[in-house]
């Protein structure tokens, strides 16, 4: 068994979160805050370092950038919020973000998820050389209809839209099918990184 | 209460402990796995395997110590794939905490590679042969930035160093120097990459994904804003098997050594889901 202190506190740390698979206990609410606290501690140690010192304390001090004290102040309105009376001042520094943030968002989102993933659905000539390359585009481009046809809500599915949304319906069961096959896999690889570190680096009975 | 109503109702502790059985005895007698390397995972390691010498990649280590077991076997795998053929190598992250994790990567993989090393040629030289950017906030601005210049955006690197004396950063100035950016990440820092960087700059990106977002990255890959994608444990033990196999890199290969286990855990696991529906099938015919 590896005696080093820090393999000694993960591993205790990875055995009180395992130990909530049998029932919520103290043990486990313990680690849960105390991996929410580091976290956080962690975050709020590098902003200053690496972000507040630098680009804005540095400079300043030195009389430099001295507009960096007004973006500043509009920063620190955040912390309005812990004041009733003038919390409705956080509504400033959330409107420069979300109008800063929506502005570079919306033309390069229509762009990358919109229009290049209609193009991806068009069928090409040069897509049919190989059969099943040409097979599979077709699939799409009906998996998208289909769905896209599911998702109609302005008129009642009957007709020809009945057919075409329980196709889509079967598209979307498939995709959920390989999500959640996908997500088994991730949760058990996560469960085996764990398993791994306990025998491995802790325990020492595999090599 | 008849078999079939016994089976509806197993002990979930009951589940987990069988679980932990098939996924801890595979570890101490492992079956040896040689996994086929899907086209997405080839895809990427062809394109990385012909980036042109004035060109760098770009690995943006966008994960946490939460997905590591996933995720760390695919950076160590990257690095010790353009590592092997000489490819320069920016290291980068969007969050803090992937900042240990991209350290202990490189810090691993620079001393395999200098352990077998006999002159300063064939050394991996920090400045030279790779560059370690840290971390910079906020991702927006990384984004962009980085296609005007890298040195802007990070003007020191991780250990402090100002980025504009460093050789590898005189030649590779911005996105037009990086061939492919790839980002391994469990969450959509990848998606920024396709949305912000690609459709401003037209850089290439590639994407290392936990399983659980493997599935929304397909549109991409199938439109080609994704080159190629590795995608969970499984993609990673792909991606060593082509290490290995093409570039005569033997070195531990943690997302190989799991398979064994995640396999018998499918196993355990698709039997479950079987059991349950066939019971739950009888149990609604005896209702009716």
Avoid at chain 2, 40 to 61: G, H, M, Q, T
Avoid at chain 2, 263 to 269: K, N, R
Wanted: proline letters at 5%; a positive charge.
């Amino acid at each position: 068994m590896n005696t080093d202190f820090w393999v000694l506190v993960s591993a205790a740390l990875t055995l009180g979160i395992f130990s909530f698979l049998y029932k919520d206990n103290p043990f486990y609410r313990f680690c849960e805050h105390l991996f929410v606290g580091v976290t956080n501690g962690y975050a709020i140690t590098f902003y200053w370092h690496r972000i507040l010192v630098p680009s804005l304390i540095n400079p300043v001090s030195k009389g430099e950038r001295l507009w960096l004290i007004a973006v500043a102040f509009i920063g620190a309105l955040y912390f309005t919020r812990f004041i009733p009376r003038i919390s409705f001042l956080v509504r400033i520094p959330i409107a420069v973000v979300m109008g800063y943030g929506a502005g570079a968002a919306i033309p390069r989102v229509i762009e990358a998820q919109i229009v290049e993933q209609m193009k991806a659905t068009i069928l090409l000539r040069s897509q049919f050389i190989n059969p099943w390359t040409g097979f599979s585009f077709v699939l799409i481009l009906i998996g998208v209809v289909a769905t896209i046809t599911y998702f109609f809500f302005s008129t009642e599915r009957k007709g020809f839209l009945k057919p075409i949304s329980y196709l889509g319906i079967i598209f979307i069961m498939l995709g959920f099918g390989a999500s959640f096959g996908y997500t088994v896999m991730a949760r058990v690889s996560l469960l085996i990184g764990r398993l791994t570190f306990l025998l491995r680096d802790f325990l020492g009975v595999i090599h | 209460m008849n078999f079939w109503e016994k089976l509806q109702k197993i002990d979930r502790r009951i589940i987990y402990f069988l679980l932990l059985l098939v996924i801890i005895i595979p570890q101490f007698r492992p079956i040896k796995f040689k996994p086929k390397a899907m086209p997405p995972v080839e895809r990427l390691f062809r394109y990385i395997d012909n980036i042109p010498e004035d060109k760098a990649l770009l690995i943006s280590v966008d994960y946490s110590p939460d997905t590591e077991p996933e995720l760390h076997p695919m950076t160590y795998s990257l690095l010790r794939h353009a590592f092997a053929r000489r490819v320069k190598v920016g290291v980068l992250t969007l969050g803090i905490l992937g900042l240990g994790l991209a350290e202990d990567a490189l810090k691993t993989v620079v001393k395999e590679f200098q352990g077998k090393a006999k002159t300063s040629l064939d050394s991996i030289i920090y400045g030279r042969d790779y560059v370690f950017l840290g971390w910079q906030t906020p991702p927006l601005v990384v984004l962009l930035g980085m296609g005007e210049s890298i040195t802007k955006v990070f003007p020191v690197d991780y250990y402090g160093n100002k980025t504009d004396t460093i050789p590898f950063l005189q030649k590779i100035r911005n996105y037009r120097d990086v061939s492919i950016v790839v980002s391994i990440a469990g969450s959509a820092v990848p998606f920024w990459y396709v949305t912000y960087a690609q459709t401003t700059f037209g850089v290439r990106v590639g994407a290392g994904s936990t399983a659980v977002q493997a599935a929304d990255f397909y549109p991409y890959l199938n439109s080609g804003q994704v080159t190629g994608l590795i995608a969970g444990m499984k993609g990673a033990a792909e991606y060593e098997e082509l290490v290995e196999r093409e570039l005569n890199v033997k070195e531990r290969r943690k997302a190989t050594e799991a398979m064994t286990s995640q396999t018998f855990a499918h196993i355990v696991i698709i039997l479950f889901i079987i059991i349950g529906n066939i019971s739950f099938f009888f149990l609604r015919k005896k209702k009716r």
